[in-house]
T-cell receptor, first 112, second 114 residues
Framework: GDSVTQMEGPVTLSEEAFLTINCTYTATGYPSLFWYVQYPGEGLQLLLKATKADDKGSNKGFEATYRKETTSFHLEKGSVQVSDSAVYFC???????????WGAGTKLIIKP | DGGITQSPKYLFRKEGQNVTLSCEQNLNHDAMYWYRQDPGQGLRLIYYSQIVNDFQKGDIAEGYSVSREKKESFPLTVTSAQKNPTAFYLC?????????????FGEGSRLTVL
């Protein structure tokens, strides 16, 4: 079945470092891909999305490119801030049932 | 402001008790969802509803029940049949005008069984 695999956390970086959080997926057809972010003690919010191959989603300095050849949707940011500390979830929605399939989440800790 | 309101934020339950978590939205969304979140795991779907008076089981519906009598409201009852109910519960919604996969979440309810 469809699945999403994220790199295990926590990921700990210093402020202004470059961030990559890996996400790979398994799905039939042409899924849409998403990154959601959960700040401490809060619900999730959509960070960015991409709906077809080679699309790049971007928001708040974060970017992710839909790579069909490697079935990946890695999240990147050029210079992280302490306020980026959160849990990041990669997810997909497949054509078959229109329900989100979630990765396990990656906790990001940014130290000043 | 439009959004989703979950209550209570924290809830403690004794074993054998049923508890109900409230979820209200004023986004005029048709679809509503309940997810369970455990440490180190992704979100798991409990129930969802795409229209009033109709709902479907998700992946882990056993021990839970829901109702959808009004478009704005989708309460979740955690029954005594749920063997391990301690978790963080998230309610979400989406509308027909939202692209698939774009969910709006509440701030969650943390349930602890004593």
């Amino acid at each position: 079945g469809d699945s999403v695999t994220q790199m295990e956390g926590p990921v700990t970086l210093s402020e202004e470092a470059f961030l990559t959080i890996n996400c790979t997926y398994t799905a039939t057809g042409y899924p849409s891909l998403f990154w959601y972010v959960q700040y401490p003690g809060e619900g999730l919010q959509l960070l960015l999305k991409a709906t077809k191959a080679d699309d790049k989603g971007s928001n708040k300095g974060f970017e992710a490119t839909y790579r069909k050849e490697t079935t990946s949707f890695h999240l990147e940011k050029g210079s992280v801030q302490v306020s980026d500390s959160a849990v990041y979830f990669c997810a997909l929605i497949a054509d078959s049932n229109y329900q989100l399939i979630w990765g396990a989440g990656t906790k990001l800790i940014i130290k000043p | 402001d439009g959004g989703i309101t979950q209550s209570p934020k924290y809830l403690f339950r004794k074993e054998g008790q049923n508890v109900t978590l409230s979820c209200e939205q004023n986004l005029n969304h048709d679809a509503m969802y309940w997810y369970r979140q455990d440490p180190g795991q992704g979100l798991r779907l409990i129930y969802y509803s795409q229209i009033v008076n109709d709902f479907q089981k998700g992946d882990i519906a056993e021990g839970y029940s829901v109702s959808r009598e009004k478009k704005e409201s989708f309460p979740l009852t955690v029954t005594s049949a749920q063997k391990n109910p301690t978790a963080f519960y998230l309610c979400a919604s989406s509308g027909w005008t939202s692209a698939y996969g774009e969910l709006f979440f509440g701030e969650g309810s943390r349930l602890t069984v004593l």
